[in-house]
């Protein structure tokens, strides 16, 4: 179950050179033909085999959405054929499949038993989908007064309420916060896993290599390689390498600062931070990110930075240690590390110690949104593990990573601070 075939799929849309001769041809059918064909996407042939996860890339208007739409049968094709075999849960368009009057609870009936749910599993799903799409009272409002990242929440949520044979998402859509974005890609994967076959657009080259086991690429409406992530990233980036204006990355940068005041900071007796943390013997009490002494939500790509954990111990520990991790926004991990591993120890702690703990790095990551997952352990067994975890909060902090206006322009996922030279052999 769960395959994919597309052999020779072609589409074409009329061109009309103007309004009237859409009309003239329509009244005199059978006289002469007033229009043009625009072929979108020609002869494209592949197969994706049971349990399989393909990523599509290609540039803008490069066909990948027509040719998703084809697939899961929205848009008819010009030439060609399609072959599904499984049951299609898929991610395309925003909106897609949702009536604006009707309320999100309302929405979620029709659009299930659309997928061939019945209303009694529906029923039983409720719960679990209104957790997931996390939109609280919005769920029993009309589907108009969403906005485009509610409306994205609860169509991921609908549609991978059970787990499908194949899995269509065109990751446009990961709109919405670094939190719901980590969750989708979560269950992605885990339906993989569990031999979910995946189709996958994506611009993000991290995304496909994470995630998919082959890629194909388009270009001008033709399929011009059907290879390893690895070579079909390489030829994508070939085709998309363009140089930044400074002025766009300097606006980044500073819509980014700007959007610093709204993201919550973790305050001493959060109460997120209480539900999370298990061991009554520590609790934490903050965690920042420090930059030039002062607390930072936005840090510029290359900053030298200090993860600050403050912790306070109600038990007496032998070997406390703290550690942390940063995820990207598909939850893969970025970087991570612990005191332990950095060949450093806290020392043995009292009831009532207070306990600042200081990770000073580089930020060197590209530029994007992060989370923090911070680990409190004891007892170091050999150099890497632990005789007991304490605490685990996971994506505890979100941050941002902008781009360096005066930096030059890079890709991939680290700034590995490259310094040209050059050295003639010059001929006399
Ligand atoms: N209904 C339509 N009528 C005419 N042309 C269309 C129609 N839908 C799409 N096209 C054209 O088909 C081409 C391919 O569009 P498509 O949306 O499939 O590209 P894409 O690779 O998904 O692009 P993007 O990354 O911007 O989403 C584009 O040039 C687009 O303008």
Redesign the pocket.
Known sequence: MGSISVSNLG?A?K?YPTRWSRLLEWITPGHKRHHTL?W??QDVSFSVEPGESVGIV????????????MITGT?QPTTGSVHVNGRVAALLELGMGFHPDFTGRQNVFMAGQLQGLTVDQLTELMPGIERFADIGDYIDQPVRTYSSGMQVRLAFAVATAVRPDILIV?E?LAVGDIFFQQKCFERIRSYREQGTTLLF?S?SAGAIYALCDRALL?SG?RLVLNDSPQIVIDHYNALTTTVRPRQEVAQEIAEADEADVDVPLLQPGNDDVQAVWRHPGVRVRSISILHEMEIVNVVTCGDRVTLRVDLAFAHEFDDPHVGFRIHDNRGEPVFMTNSLCMKRTIGAVKPGDRVTADFEFQANIAPGEYTLTVGIANGAVGDRDFREQLARLMHIRAFTVASDPTGIVWGGHTYVHPIFGVHYARSV
């Open positions: 589409k849309y061109q625009r979108v996407l290609g540039v803008n208007g490069a066909g990948k959405s027509t040719l998703l739409k848009t065109d446009a657009v611009h388009l409406g």
